[in-house]
């Protein structure tokens, strides 16, 4: 490879994009168009980034297998920074055998770490965990190895794991430093800030206080019985009974769990659940039917009595029970959790992350638009959805073969 190559290389392998467009902006060759895409990618122009490798991978030849499939890891790498999650798996384990098989090991890892970042992001956990384990972090270079350690980071967060999460992160802090990336550094230090950040709101009794995700933890391991407004679980210790699928269940749970130990009026707990001004006689009667099937649901942690007015919750397996809930705004409050990472979103993406419609994201997002909390910008199917700030781009794309001293 030419100078101008390799320097436009190096600037983009230490995250400098402008130094890199200094040295192949007027190229129309493969390798040049390449860089110039991931240089525009890291400068957050995702559009254009896209086009560029897109050009660069159809003009190397035929016969530049490694090279294509660098442009593949590239292409695919740019979704993830834009948060482009639909239109199946992409062919990144095709990619990465090529890239392995021709002795690019780095680049090879790197194709496999953003699988496995796409599976996080969509809530597959059990299959990102299982590839993770496939790969050994201590014989990554240092930009990888803070990547595979963010990763595991990211899903022991997922599965409350706090202690493990905190030594994933330090690890990862650790190579984010000796790789020298700048932006690879904000996003584990924005990472660490989230383990010191609120995760939810406490409701006992009346009394509200917010918890940290350590303290959620250390909550669920006590034996408590939890209304988990979080998640649409109800917990006793290792016993979980999942209402997410049952909205109206859930929502008599968790205002006869706000209530505890009290009682609630039969009126109220229509007026929560049914969205009804007058709790008739028919409210009543469907009423005495989803009291039922919560009861059932519950049956192995908690029962649900009928009192004078109305009905109340007992706990079967603990002296205690309590409400978790979101720790700010609840309405729209999975949405702003996703867009809280910093980086654009497509409304596909966020639906398919959320497991919802895209029309219901949708009008989250144009909920969530007309109250401030949320911009986008583009048009069509060009639209990004994010939250303040800009978003940047915290991982490094290397085309060319690794460098010396790289």
Sequence with gaps: MDSLITAAARALAVGDPLGALKCVALREDAPALALRGIAMAQLGDFGRARELVRRAGRAFGAREAVARARCVVAEAEIALAARELGGGEPPLDAAGDVLAAHGDARNAAHARYLAIRRLLLIGRLNEAQQRLATLDADTQPPPLRAIHELIAAGLAIRQLQTRIAQAALVRAAQAARQARIPALIGEIDAARQMLAAPAARLLVQGASRLLRLDEVEALFASGVLVVDACRHV????????????????????????????????????????????????????????????????????????????????????????????????????????????????????????????????????????AAGKVRSFGRGRARRWLMPPLPGFTTSLLLPAPLPGA
């Design 234 to 369: 109800v917990r006793c210790g290792a016993t979980q009974v999942s209402l997410a699928s049952r909205p109206v269940l859930f929502t008599l749970a968790r205002v006869l769990g706000e209530a505890w130990p009290g009682d609630v009026s039969r009126d109220e707990l229509v007026a929560r659940a049914f969205r009804a001004r007058r709790a008739d006689e028919s409210y009543r009667a469907r009423l005495r039917v989803e009291i039922g099937r919560l009861r059932r649901a519950l049956q192995d942690v908690a029962d649900i009595a009928a009192t004078e007015r109305g009905f109340v919750i007992e706990p079967r397996c603990s002296q205690e029970l309590v409400v978790l809930a979101q720790p700010g705004d609840e309405a729209h409050a999975a949405v702003l959790a996703l867009l809280a990472d910093g980086e654009a979103w497509a409304s596909s993406a966020l639906a398919l992350a959320l497991g919802s419609s895209q029309r219901t994201t949708q009008r989250a997002l144009d909920a969530l638009a």
